[in-house]
């Protein structure tokens, strides 16, 4: 059986572990969470170095994109190489080759309209792919890495404004604490509503789970969620406060959705290289080899009290 450990920044009460087949093949995927500690999750990952086959950052990138440039952030450089042995990764390859594939997958088969909507994409540097598509698909975006990560109150509106702040930008802020960029700990488990009139005017709110729950109002009516990692009491949530249609880029494995690390760690598990061996063509046999499908939940119109 193929082991893929995610060892994550985020609470240790949204740990679990489940068997399930790809391919063929029995994997056993399991989530670790370190509540924010970055010392204890260098130590998970070291203790399972060698032992499982692939491990996955949970919790923070490895390496945030603009532009034709990425910067690594410290934190999770060394999370990585606590690894000597066992392959690491952080789900970049995904969300770089697999989402646009998805979205334009989505598009085409009628289960997301994005010609002529008005997208928050919650961080652009986190979702490199997301961040091309949509515009190419004809969607009005506003990227949040200003809003969100920073804290500044302004939307960035193209990919270029995203390249020229993260080169100003980016080379201080990936050797702060993950904890000061990113929800990580117990603030995966409360929602603070922060500059809800993007929320607001979006018709898709896109991009990475932890950011758009921890800061989405406590209404959206008929929008449409584009994200992963999502649980049960995520859904149940999103529900509640109206929204339309949940999608998940990773696939949905009894009503829920693992992160883009560990979805990763199953394709290296699987390929037998390193991943810095795989190139694009690599990333799409391997996702067509175990079925990759997005999950997609349309809900009612209707609401818990």
């Known amino acids: 059986m193929k082991h893929v450990v995610s060892v994550s920044l985020g609470s240790s009460r949204r740990n679990r572990s489940v068997h399930m087949d790809f391919a063929g093949e029995p994997f ?23 032992k499982v086959d692939a491990i996955g950052l949970g919790g923070v990138n490895r390496y ?12 999770a450089a060394r999370m990585a190489g606590a690894a000597k042995e066992t392959p690491v990764v952080d789900g970049g390859g995904v969300k770089r080759v697999l ?6 997958r989505l598009v085409d088969e009628g289960a997301l309209e994005v010609s002529g909507k008005r997208v928050l994409l919650v961080s652009a540097v986190d ?12 969607a009005e975006v506003a990227f949040g890495d200003l809003i969100y990560a920073v804290g500044i109150p302004v939307a960035l509106t193209s990919l270029r404004q995203v390249a020229i702040l993260g080169a100003m930008l980016l080379p201080v802020l990936r050797r702060l604490p993950m904890s ?4 990580t700990g117990d603030r995966q488990e409360a929602t603070k509503t922060k500059h809800a009139r993007y929320f607001e005017s979006a018709d898709i709110i896109a991009g990475d789970f932890q950011f758009i729950r921890r800061y989405m109002p406590a209404e959206l009516t008929g929008k449409v969620i584009v994200t992963n990692t999502t649980r049960a009491t995520d859904v149940d949530e999103l529900r509640k406060r ?20 560990v979805m990763e760690g199953v394709l290296v598990a699987l390929s037998g290289k390193r991943p810095e061996e795989l190139a694009d063509d690599d990333y799409l046999r391997l996702a067509e080899q175990v079925n990759w499908r997005p999950g997609v939940i349309e809900f009612e119109d209707q609401r818990h009290e």
């Open 28 to 50: 056993r995927l399991e989530r670790i969470g370190t509540d924010g500690n970055v010392h204890l999750a260098e130590e998970a990952i070291a203790e399972r170095d060698g």
């Open 64 to 75: 945030l994109v603009a532009g034709s440039r990425r910067y690594e952030l410290r934190d």
């Open 99 to 104: 989402e646009p594939l998805l979205l334009r």
């Open 127 to 138: 979702r490199p792919g997301m961040a091309e598509t949509f515009p190419q698909l004809g």
């Open 180 to 183: 000061v960029l990113y929800p």
């Open 242 to 261: 109206g929204v339309a249609k949940l999608i998940t880029m990773t696939p949905s494995i009894s009503g829920e959705s693992f992160g883009a690390n």
